[in-house]
T-cell receptor, first 112, second 112 residues
Framework: GQNIDQPTEMTATEGAIVQINCTYQ??????LFWYQQHAGEAPTFLSY????GLEEKGRFSSFLSRSKGYSYLLLKELQMKDSASYLC?????????????FGRGTSLIVHP | DGGITQSPKYLFRKEGQNVTLSCEQN?????MYWYRQDPGQGLRLIYY???????QKGDIAEGYSVSREKKESFPLTVTSAQKNPTAFYLC???????????FGSGTQLSVL
């Protein structure tokens, strides 16, 4: 099984930087995904990490440490439209299916 | 435009009634998934299918059934055996194992 932990809620100010952490325990780690979900809408893919290190994509970056079972999503130059839920999902190869398991999500509120 | 379509957007179920949620994709994806999302919870896997005419139970399959007769379609039936069906249901698809998921816009199911 897997255990994925994220903070429930975070608040930040427009223009600032925020880091959303995700820790996981899994027996057959095979990659970690981050998705963004606005209220009442479908999640959309943000990033994928399978090797240690930082992946940068515009204002968003994602970091992975496999030895620590830890990832974070870094959002820079925050905008009001970044207010959303951010979902961490871990792919586990131990069962042979690689189906991602999702954390509970972190609700980010951006204030003016 | 290619995409994944869920219908209806809102659905109401009466006691003892079965209801079917539609999910269609024209992305030529092999894998399709059904997730359930409750407030404050992450996405929980109901069923998934990695190839036509084959599907597997997820973590919370009881009270649900699916079929995969065509590559493009993966309907979910919420049966009367599901005693707490009120939730937001998300369908997703991917090219294959360990690939990013593309989500439909979701169906909100409520009990009358």
């Amino acid at each position: 099984g897997q255990n994925i932990d994220q903070p429930t809620e975070m608040t930040a100010t427009e223009g600032a930087i925020v880091q959303i952490n995700c820790t996981y325990q899994t027996s057959g780690f095979n990659g970690l995904f981050w998705y963004q979900q606005h209220a009442g809408e479908a999640p959309t893919f943000l990033s994928y990490n399978v090797l240690d290190g930082l992946e940068e994509k515009g204002r968003f970056s994602s970091f992975l440490s496999r030895s620590k079972g830890y990832s974070y999503l870094l959002l820079k130059e925050l905008q009001m439209k970044d207010s959303a839920s951010y979902l961490c999902a871990v792919s586990d190869a131990s069962g042979g299916s690689y189906i991602p398991t999702f954390g509970r999500g972190t609700s980010l509120i951006v204030h003016p | 435009d290619g995409g994944i379509t869920q219908s209806p957007k809102y659905l109401f179920r009466k006691e003892g009634q079965n209801v079917t949620l539609s999910c269609e994709q024209n992305l030529n994806h092999d894998a399709m998934y059904w997730y359930r999302q409750d407030p404050g919870q992450g996405l929980r896997l109901i069923y998934y299918s990695q190839i036509v005419n084959d599907f597997q139970k997820g973590d919370i399959a009881e009270g649900y059934s699916v079929s995969r007769e065509k590559k493009e379609s993966f309907p979910l039936t919420v049966t009367s055996a599901q005693k707490n069906p009120t939730a937001f249901y998300l369908c997703a698809s991917s090219f294959g194992n360990n690939e990013k998921l593309f989500f439909g816009s979701g169906t909100q199911l409520s009990v009358l």
